[in-house]
Structures are given as C-alpha cells and as structure tokens.
C-alpha cells in the first residue's frame, strides 16, 4: 500500500463524519427553537369580555299630561278646580299661622310689659299698634271713659266694661277662625270632585273603547289607570285641608286662653278704678 492511499482514507472517513453532521445540526436546532422555554411561563389566557346590556325606555302614554292633552272640557275643568281647592288651603294654612304666631308673641309682650306699666293707659300704649291685646285694653279703657251721661248710664259700670271686652274678644276669636271655613270645605268636597272626574274619565274610556271595537288589555287598562289619577289628586287636595284645619283649631284654642285671660284681668283692673 501506497502513501497516498494511507492519507486518502483518513480524510475519505472525516469528510464522510462532517457531511453527516451538518446534516442533523438544522435539524436540532429547529426542534430545540420550536420548543417553549421552561423559564418562561405560558401567558394566562384572557376572559372574554362581558356583553353590554342596554336597558331601553319605554316612554309612559299615560299620566297627567297625557290626560291634560286628550281629556274634554270637563276633566280639565275638574283638574283646574281641585289645583284652585289646593292652592286656596295651603293659603289659609299659610297666613292662619302667621297670625297665630303675632298673637302669640303680643301674648308674650303683654305679659313682659303691660302689668309692669303704672297704668291701664301706659300699658296699651306700650303694646305694638293693631295687636289684640291692645285692642282689649282699649276697648275696656273707653267703656269706662264714656259710661256716664250716655244710653248705657242705666247699666251698672261693672256689666258695661265687661260687656265691651267680651265683644272684643268676639272680635278678636271671629279674626282667628277666618278662613277655617274654606279648609273644611275642602277637605270634605275634594275627594268628592276627584271621583267626579274619574268616573267622567272611565266613563270617556269606555265610549271610545266601545266605538274602536277593541277590548285589549293596553286599551282597557290605560284610560282606566288615568282616570284614577282624578281620585289620587283629590286625596292628595283633602288630607292637608284636614290635617290644617285640625291643627289650626288646637292653636286657635291655646292662643284664645291666653286672650281671655288677659281679658279678664283688666277687666278687675278697671272695676279697681286703675286707668
């Protein structure tokens, strides 16, 4: 064997080893590419996302506009009365206890000051000008005044000033139940005037259900829940009334002690002959 057959196979077996190598290195190095790293974690998958729920509004057919717009001459008639019946009661309300409140503080002042003053006369001009308490001490001042060479000289002086202060406090009690009157009448009418008109809106209801032939729930139930408004309104008109008019009575009474026995004691004073 020769020399160059003793090179020849050597470098014969290593081009054959390289050749086999380089075809597995691609190989290997795709799989070990394709495959996930242990260090890094798989990503969480995500949730999906909640559906958004629109809630649609349903416009309202009926209620007080819409009975406005659609009723005759006579529902808006019955509406605009028991709007008037209210407005006329919280009034009264309104103004009765502001009345209420002035006697009670010329109560007030008249105990403060009247009795300390040295006279029947200094004291009433020391009340505020149009109060009832003055009014009485006024009316009981001049009663004494004017008894002798008069029509009442024949009345004994004690029944005069006492028949003139009780007038006063007549007077005075007359003031504080104006308007009382208006309270109770509507708070016994009002619930009367809104079954009036929901009588007149079912009975609407039913003749146009009867001339479009048609009986279903939405065209039944509608007009006759919007008829029932009438009565809701007049409970909503009366229960004040009442309530008011209740109320008002008990303060009237409290406030009235106070007059009548402010009236009493200058009568005494008088009879006392302290002007």
């Known amino acids: 064997m020769s020399l160059m057959h003793l090179v020849r196979a ?25 495959a996930p790293s242990a260090a890094t974690p798989a990503a969480a998958p995500t949730a999906p996302a909640a559906p958004t ?33 209210s407005m006329a009661s919280w009034y009264v309300i309104f103004t009765k206890l ?16 009247f009795w300390s003053a040295g006279s029947v006369r200094k004291g009433a001009d020391g009340l505020d ?3 009832a308490f003055r009014f009485i001490a006024e009316s009981g001042l001049k009663a004494s005044e004017h008894h002798e060479g008069t029509l009442v000289e024949s009345i004994d002086k004690h029944t005069w000033i006492g028949m003139s202060i009780q007038r006063a406090v007549d007077n ?56 029932l408004i ?6 909503a008109v009366a229960v004040p009334a009442v309530m008011g008019y209740n109320w008002l009575i008990r303060r009237n009474k409290s406030a009235m002690e106070r007059v009548r026995a402010f009236s009493s004691d200058v009568h005494n004073v008088l009879l006392a002959g302290k002007r």
């Not at 502001?98 to 000051?113: C, P, T, V």
């Not at 009438?230 to 409970?235: D, E, F, Y």
């Open 230 to 235: 009438m009565t809701a309104i007049g409970l």
């Open 172 to 227: 005075i009690n007359s003031r504080l139940q104006d308007g009382l009157a208006v309270l109770a009448t509507v708070g016994s009418t009002a619930p009367f005037v809104g079954l009036f008109g929901t009588v007149w809106g079912i009975l609407h209801a039913l003749t146009n259900i009867g001339i479009s032939g048609q009986a279903s729930i939405d065209k039944v139930a509608g007009p006759v829940g919007e008829a």
């Open 10 to 34: 050597p470098l014969v077996a290593a081009l054959i080893a390289l050749t086999s190598l380089g075809a597995t290195l691609p190989t290997a190095a795709l799989a070990q590419a394709s």
């Open 53 to 85: 729920v629109t809630k649609e509004e349903v416009a309202n057919p009926y209620g007080v506009e819409a009975m406005w717009k659609d009723g005759d001459l006579i529902t808006r008639s019955t509406l605009i009365i028991m709007i008037i019946m």
């Open 129 to 131: 000008e149009g109060s």
């Open 98 to 113: 502001f009345e209420q409140h002035k006697l009670l503080k010329s109560a007030k002042a008249a105990g403060d000051s």
